[in-house]
């Protein structure tokens, strides 16, 4: 997250998954980096918080899905966004 480097993001991402790591641990880089504009594993990421069912979490999502990246133009990450809410 320092370097801003998407790469590192979706390195992070996929090692989380392939590891089961404790997301739980990870929620609050999770949640800042989720709103950041240059990566584009944000989907991922809210599918990593909607498994932890944290309301911790919440306000973050709802943000994210108020938020538009030219990536996404069928609107998939609002919708993943909302039902993780």
Do not use: G
Request: glycine residues 0%; proline residues 1%; aromatic residues 12%.
């Amino acid at each position: 997250m320092k370097n801003n480097d998407a790469n590192d993001i979706e390195k992070a991402v996929v090692l989380i998954y392939s590891c089961d790591l404790n997301n739980y641990e990870y929620r609050k880089e999770l949640c800042s980096v989720i709103l950041e504009s240059w990566h584009f594993k944000h989907e991922d990421i809210v599918q990593i918080l909607h498994k932890l069912k944290d309301p911790s979490t919440v306000h973050f999502l709802y943000k994210v899905s108020e938020m538009h990246f030219d990536y996404d133009d069928t609107y998939q990450l609002a919708r993943k966004s909302i039902k993780a809410l």
